[in-house]
Nanobody
Framework: QVQLVESGGGLVQDGGSLRLSCAAS????????MNWYRQAPGKERELVAY????????RYADSVKGRFTISRDNAKSTMSLQMNSLKPEDTAVYYC?????????WGKGTLVTVSS
């Protein structure tokens, strides 16, 4: 079965950096586009970044452009999100996501807290 496991969250100060990772299994990772989403307290889940199967297409939410970098390693079936210049408004649970045949697959998420 599809498994997505996020790691790397934590507490960081305003302006700091974190690197999130997503370990994927149970499907053919190298042919799957992947997403990072986040959900802040009291807010809807929002798309943060997308990367195509070979990494040739990358998109970011306007709120993170220039600060976050999505990447993937198809040999290891992993995806990463490098987050720099973090702001308190980046505080959220971050989720790894795969969409396939109309189905959303989610990890359990990793909490990122940015203190001011």
């Amino acid at each position: 079965q599809v498994q997505l496991v996020e790691s790397g969250g934590g507490l960081v100060q305003d302006g700091g950096s974190l690197r999130l990772s997503c370990a994927a299994s149970g499907f053919t990772f190298r042919i799957s586009g992947m997403n990072w989403y986040r959900q802040a307290p009291g807010k809807e889940r929002e798309l943060v970044a997308y990367i195509s199967s070979l990494g040739g297409v990358i998109r970011y939410a306007d709120s993170v452009k220039g600060r976050f970098t999505i990447s993937r390693d198809n040999a290891k079936s992993t995806m990463s999100l490098q987050m720099n210049s973090l702001k308190p408004e980046d505080t959220a649970v971050y989720y790894c996501n795969r969409k396939a045949d109309g189905v959303d697959y989610w990890g359990k998420g990793t909490l990122v807290t940015v203190s001011s």
